[in-house]
């Protein structure tokens, strides 16, 4: 039968799974597959496994056990092996590699943090500070008929507004950087311009909340926030 996998820690690592489900319905028992440096949490697979918000809590139930008795590599949701040798045959082959990887997160929690702004603050910042956008959107105002520099105003304000996006993308991180042990920055959303996970010390949690609210309070009302977490690591396993 196959195989699902939540997560490898040290063949040392505390495993109180007493109380936690597993994915499915019903429940699937939990229980590990082990080598002699690692182990894995597994249960067996459902056949219709899908991402319903209670198999995703219970993949998320295990791990957060796991992880509150030390260092654990979560895996994403739905990741399946054929069965428990094969398993365990991955964690002979890459012992070295995930023998690093819980040292390199060792102690870390994850914080995801998304940020918007105010469209309409924007376009009022590069209405303020380009004179070349002024004038071209003097010049359409009192000409409807101008379409090349209808043109040319949007795509200018489009490069603004990305240049804008980067240079504030970079400032941010920079500032939360210094709290934290590495840094993931995924592609912007539609509506969020940053789109970046944290390696943050556990110790250092609240420290770290403390400086991204201190940032959203410097930056303003025309900005949001978004601060998810503590997490699994997902992002640096």
């Given at each position: 039968?196959?195989?699902?996998?939540?997560?490898?820690?040290?063949?040392?690592?505390?495993?109180?799974?007493?109380?936690?489900?597993?994915?499915?319905?019903?429940?699937?028992?939990?229980?590990?597959?082990?080598?002699?440096?690692?182990?894995?949490?597994?249960?067996?697979?459902?056949?219709?496994?899908?991402?319903?918000?209670?198999?995703?809590?219970?993949?998320?139930?295990?791990?957060?056990?796991?992880?509150?008795?030390?260092?654990?590599?979560?895996?994403?949701?739905?990741?399946?092996?054929?069965?428990?040798?094969?398993?365990?045959?991955?964690?002979?082959?890459?012992?070295?590699a995930y023998t690093e990887r819980l040292k390199e997160i060792a102690g870390c929690l994850e914080f995801h943090l998304k940020v918007a702004r105010d469209e309409d603050d924007l376009?009022?910042?590069?209405?303020?500070?380009?004179?070349?956008?002024?004038?071209?959107?003097?010049?359409?105002?009192?000409?409807?008929?101008?379409?090349?520099?209808?043109?040319?105003?949007?795509?200018?304000?489009?490069?603004?507004?990305?240049?804008?996006?980067?240079?504030?993308?970079?400032?941010?991180?920079?500032?939360?950087?210094?709290?934290?042990?590495?840094?993931?920055?995924?592609?912007?959303?539609?509506?969020?311009?940053?789109?970046?996970?944290?390696?943050?010390?556990?110790?250092?949690?609240?420290?770290?909340?403390?400086?991204?609210?201190?940032?959203?309070?410097?930056?303003?009302?025309?900005?949001?926030?978004?601060?998810?977490?503590?997490?699994?690591?997902?992002?640096?396993?």
């Open positions: 039968m196959p195989t699902y996998v939540y997560a490898i820690t040290d063949a040392d690592h505390p495993l109180r799974l007493d109380g936690i489900a597993g994915v499915g319905d019903p429940a699937a028992e939990l229980r590990t597959v082990r080598t002699e440096q690692l182990s894995a949490v597994v249960s067996d697979a459902p056949a219709d496994l899908r991402a319903k918000r209670r198999d995703v809590l219970a993949h998320q139930s295990v791990q957060e056990r796991l992880l509150a008795d030390g260092t654990a590599l979560p895996m994403r949701f739905g990741l399946v092996g054929p069965d428990d040798d094969q398993v365990a045959a991955v964690l002979e082959e890459q012992r070295d376009l009022r910042e590069i209405m303020a500070e380009s004179v070349t956008v002024r004038r071209l959107n003097e010049r359409t105002r009192h000409d409807p008929g101008a379409h090349h520099d209808r043109v040319a105003l949007g795509e200018l304000v489009s490069q603004e507004v990305h240049a804008r996006q980067d240079r504030m993308c970079a400032e941010i991180v920079a500032r939360l950087t210094p709290a934290t042990e590495r840094t993931s920055v995924a592609d912007p959303t539609k509506s969020h311009f940053l789109n970046v996970s944290f390696l943050v010390r556990r110790e250092k949690a609240a420290a770290f909340s403390e400086a991204v609210q201190q940032e959203a309070a410097q930056r303003g009302v025309a900005y949001t926030f978004r601060l998810n977490g503590p997490l699994p690591p997902y992002s640096f396993v």
